[in-house]
């Protein structure tokens, strides 16, 4: 049906993309190294480290950690 949709009577709704657009759209779609900014990535993992936080196995160690990170990242502005 979606391949040949005249033959179900249906209409085609497809719509016709370059390629470039098809490039950007995989770009902002792949996983990146890093799950937000690098920096506060980095910044977040050293906080982590010098409060001896692990990586959260439950829903309150990952509140609890990022009480503790959001903590950090505010007394140092």
């Known amino acids: 049906m979606y391949n040949m949709p005249q033959l179900y ?3 085609d709704y497809s719509q016709p993309c370059d390629a470039l657009s098809v490039e950007i759209c995989k770009e902002e779609c792949t996983a990146r190294k ?3 900014d ?3 990535y980095n910044l977040c993992e050293h906080y982590r480290m010098e409060s001896n936080l692990f990586s959260p196995m ?3 160690d ?3 950690m990022y009480a503790t990170l959001r ?3 505010h007394n140092d502005l």
């Open 71 to 73: 903590r950090h990242i």
């Open 38 to 40: 690098e920096d506060m």
């Open 62 to 64: 990952a509140k609890h």
């Open 34 to 36: 890093f799950p937000c």
């Open 9 to 11: 009577g249906v209409q």
């Open 58 to 60: 439950n829903v309150t």
